[in-house]
């Protein structure tokens, strides 16, 4: 189901079906997977990290 918030068009029916349940009932669940991927990435988390612990 991430991959279908973030744009992704290899899931399934269930997938989209559930998908769609879940924007209705709480729109902002795309940005939120949204943000959650860009912490994924090293150089992201890195960044969100830093500022917050005084490193550079």
Do not use: I, K, W
């Given at each position: ?12 029916q ?43």
């Amino acid at each position: 189901m991430h991959d279908l918030l973030l744009g992704g068009t290899d899931n399934y029916q269930a997938d989209r079906e559930a998908c769609d349940e879940l924007l209705r009932l709480a729109p902002s669940t795309r940005e939120l997977a949204r943000r959650s991927a860009q912490l994924t990435t090293p150089v992201s988390a890195a960044r969100f990290v830093s500022p917050r612990d005084g490193r550079r």
